[in-house]
């Protein structure tokens, strides 16, 4: 079976075609391209690529931001209280 590509012209493309097609048009995201998904002709979405500052850390930026906030806290950490309240806010 040959591999089809959804290819837009003006990057519009309908709400059922990017059902259809979505994992080739994440696959064209990837690269770069973006697509404005219609519905009955009007605009309700955009597919676009991640903003550089959106991207996912690596895994050793993970780790330091992990070890900063260890840092930040002095004692015993009691979970239960800290969820308790959390809720109250």
């Known amino acids: ?13 309908g709400a059922f075609e990017a059902k259809t097609h979505l994992a ?10 973006s697509f404005e998904i219609c519905r009955r002709g009007r ?3 955009r597919l676009v690529p991640p903003a550089p ?11 330091e931001a992990f070890r900063k906030i260890r840092q930040r806290i002095s004692g015993p950490v009691n979970i239960r209280a800290l969820i308790e309240a959390g809720r109250r806010r």
Do not use: N, Y
């Open 1 to 13: 079976m040959r591999k089809q590509t959804v290819r837009m012209k003006d990057s519009k493309i």
């Open 24 to 33: 080739d048009l994440l696959r064209q995201v990837e690269q770069g391209r």
């Open 43 to 45: 605009p309700i979405a």
């Open 53 to 63: 500052d959106e991207e996912s850390a690596s895994p050793e930026a993970v780790r």
